[in-house]
């Protein structure tokens, strides 16, 4: 398994701007699919945005398209994600997760909390 660690959440207004950054660490970083997921309180999980480790297709969440973006640098073991436009709802904590050869994403973080504020 992989160990991540993120970081960068924080308390915002709506409209502004957030980067989570989420630190892997492992020597094959570059094989794994990595992604972003969050919990809201009272919630489930939910994905967020995805990256792919063979082309580097993303994919997003309706509910972020168009203002979340999702990267990553592998020379640096490194995934981010971009938050623009913030809204309350985005009130989360977010999680980053690894998908290697089991198929799932069964490498998780520990969260970084991310409040915005109206």
């Known amino acids: 398994q992989v160990q991540l660690v993120e970081s960068g959440g924080g308390l915002v207004q709506a409209g502004a701007s957030l980067r989570l950054s989420c630190v892997a660490s492992v020597r094959t970083f570059s094989n794994y699919d990595l992604a972003w997921f969050r919990q809201a309180p009272g919630k489930e999980r939910e994905f967020v945005a995805q990256i792919t480790w063979i082309d580097g297709l993303r994919i997003y969440a309706d509910s972020v398209k168009g203002r979340f973006t999702i990267s990553r640098d592998n020379a640096k073991n490194t995934v981010y994600l971009q938050m623009n436009s913030l809204k309350p709802e985005d009130t989360a904590v977010y999680y980053c997760?690894?998908?290697?050869?089991?198929?799932?994403?069964?490498?998780w973080g520990q969260g970084t909390q991310v409040t915005v504020s109206s």
């Open positions: 997760a690894a998908r290697g050869l089991s198929g799932s994403y069964d490498s």
